[in-house]
């Protein structure tokens, strides 16, 4: 029996494959980034992204937004959105409580302090008409000596005091400040009045919305959000540096309700096999995302597909087996989502 015949059957105990109407298989694809403009971010994107801004600054690329258009395969060009409302169980599978887009994915570029601002949870964003709020985390891919991020309030704070901040111009003196280094993580609950400073480049996960309670913006003379912002806040929160766990085979960066991030380390070539982790409703919808270096997918079922830096691929529920190679300092961030049991 040939390499390829073995290597079809395997796949096909794992995932049910050649039993009809069950198991439609998707190949992992690459992502193109959507670069969105903000006042307070960057003409020049190098060496990061090749990317120069021609009208607005770039803050903010998307990685997995719903108007990002697949790179690769059968379907590219299609945006996700398309492809998610086309594929929803061979991308999630079926056991995912929804069928969109489950993460927001993004790298954040801050040049000046973005606005204090704060998330709602799920059960206020749905008050008000949105479909969920907005937990997220940060992945410090690179730091400045003196970067740092306010997370949360300091102890003692009142809400009297926030709204008084808002409305003069000090609430940056209510503010836990915290530094920031490479490496670090940094969950941002919701319900956390929180803003990032400059000096670092963020990989940022977060549920899908992109709903923010503007609380105070130094001046700039776009909309604050008062009110909602101050049913929003709590004055006390889990957000915080996590500490990373060390495992033998992944570092678990963060996990949460909502989403896992965590660095895989590649010795030379591993198994598509060996990416979920112990415990890990399998099969789903992951991302890989390459922090650094280059590396190389590659499968007998669809070729191969090369991993640059800054990159992002989608591995489908569906995806066939395959073996990610390093070819040169690959640093791989892998982001899944999780389903908390009401959500």
């Not at 003409?43 to 903010?60: N, S």
Request: proline residues 7%.
């Amino acid at each position: 029996m040939g390499v390829n015949r073995l290597f079809q059957k395997a796949e096909a105990l794992l995932t049910g494959v050649g039993r009809p109407s069950v198991f439609v298989e998707l190949s992992p694809f690459l992502i193109e980034p959507n670069f969105v403009g903000k006042v307070w971010g960057y003409t020049d994107l190098h060496p990061w992204f090749d990317k120069v801004a021609t009208e607005d600054p770039i803050g903010e690329v998307w990685l997995t937004g719903d108007q990002c258009h697949v790179a690769s395969g059968k379907h590219t060009g299609k945006t996700l959105a398309a492809l998610f409302r086309e594929a929803p169980h061979q991308l999630l599978g079926k056991k995912a409580p929804h069928a969109g887009s489950p993460l927001l994915i993004k790298v954040l570029f801050a040049q000046e302090k973005l606005s204090v601002q704060v998330h709602p949870d799920d059960r206020i964003a749905r008050k008000y008409g949105e479909p969920n709020g907005k937990s997220e985390c940060w992945y410090a891919l690179a730091a400045q000596r003196d970067a740092k991020v306010a997370l949360g309030l300091k102890r003692g704070v009142t809400l009297d005091q926030v709204r008084d901040g808002m409305l003069n111009g000090t609430l940056e003196e209510s503010l836990k400040i915290l530094s920031v280094a490479a490496g670090d993580l940094l969950f941002v609950d919701t319900g956390t009045v929180h803003a990032i400073w400059p000096g670092s480049v963020l990989l940022e996960t977060q549920q899908y919305s992109d709903l923010t309670y503007r609380m105070y913006d130094y001046g700039r003379g776009r909309e604050l959000h008062v009110e909602k912002s101050l049913e929003a806040t709590r004055l006390e929160t889990r957000a915080g540096k996590v500490q990373p766990r060390v495992l033998p085979d992944r570092t678990i960066l963060a996990l949460e309700d909502y989403f896992c991030v965590e660095r895989i380390p590649i010795e030379a070539s591993r198994p598509s096999s060996t990416l979920p982790g112990e415990g890990e409703r399998s099969p789903g919808l992951s991302f890989l995302f390459v922090a650094s270096g280059s590396g190389r997918l590659v499968s007998p079922s669809f070729g191969s597909i090369e991993l640059a830096p800054r990159s992002i691929i989608a591995v489908p529920a569906s995806s066939p087996m395959f073996a990610v190679h390093d070819l040169g300092g690959l640093e791989l961030i892998r982001i899944s989502p999780r389903w908390p049991e009401k959500s």
